[in-house]
């Protein structure tokens, strides 16, 4: 019998939005208000860390929870450009993404790295959204699952817990393509991933949150939601406008 999750609907704005972009999170924040049956999932938007107090603030009194999208993995120090998770934490964040294939693939991220920036997410006191992922070669090569087990292997704390942390299935070639997994496949690897969460974290595994990303829209929301051990979503373009977004959270009215 599968663990009662409860969803969690991310977004995740990349490197996109300035002060005015507020106006979403305030117009987000007043749908789910209004909303006359609340939807069951929590609900993040990851905006650039120069946006995090600000939208912290469009946010204040709201269900609509902040977070980063990187950080490093010190506390503080020479690091010119960088950010610490205890800076997010101070900004307003309570979750920070790390290891998402676009950080893996500009910033040579590699699973150490990631793993040191989850630990340091945790000593912060956020929770960290973990993002793993097959690209469209291994996909071909038939190593999806390998990928994805090593990736969670070489990621993960040891020390990680289902309030501490979530994963995110992110497909490379999904992401932004407009193209996704079928059910069938996403319940494959999301099947894979909780049957390794569990054999290294017990029952502390049975609870993490697994979201899919890549591609999500309010068109397909509903499908992909339904899949076994999908969790909830971690969503790029679809979440910068709350209409869209809200489109997706709609999933789980
Ligand atoms: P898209 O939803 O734009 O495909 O992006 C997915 C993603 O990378 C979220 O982290």
């Known amino acids: 019998m599968a663990a009662r999750v409860k969803a969690l609907v991310a977004g995740n704005w990349k ?39 600000t939208l912290k603030e469009a946010a204040k009194g ?3 929870a902040i977070g980063g999208q990187d950080c490093h993995a010190k506390e503080s120090g020479a690091h010119t450009g960088d950010i610490a998770a205890e800076m997010l934490k101070d900004a307003g964040a309570a979750y920070v993404i790390v290891g998402h294939s676009e950080r893996r693939a500009d910033h040579g991220e590699t699973d150490a790295v990631v793993k040191a920036k989850a630990e340091a997410a945790h000593r912060a006191g956020l929770t960290a959204i973990v993002c793993v992922g ?5 996909r071909d090569a038939g190593q999806t699952l390998k990928v994805i087990k090593g990736q969670l292997k070489g990621s993960l704390p ?3 817990s289902a309030r501490t942390t979530v994963i995110a299935y992110e ?3 999904a992401i932004g393509t407009g193209r996704t997994p079928t059910p069938d496949d996403v319940a494959k690897v999301h099947g894979a991933i909780r049957k390794a969460l569990e054999a290294r974290f017990g029952g502390e595994g049975a609870k993490m949150r697994i979201l899919y990303g890549g591609s999500v ?22 979440s910068l406008k709350a209409e869209d977004f809200w489109g997706i959270i709609s999933a789980y009215l």
Do not use: Q
């Open 15 to 53: 490197m996109n939005g300035v002060k005015a972009s507020k106006k979403e999170v305030a117009a987000l924040a007043r749908k789910l208000a209004a909303a006359k049956k609340k939807p069951a999932c929590d609900v993040l938007v990851c905006p650039p860390a120069t946006l995090i107090s």
């Open 62 to 64: 709201t269900k609509v």
């Open 134 to 138: 097959e690209t469209e070669a291994e």
């Open 158 to 160: 040891d020390g990680a």
């Open 171 to 173: 497909p490379v070639w």
């Open 217 to 238: 829209k309010p068109s397909n929301a509903a499908e992909l939601m339904s899949v076994p051990n999908v969790n909830g979503a971690l969503v790029g373009g679809a």
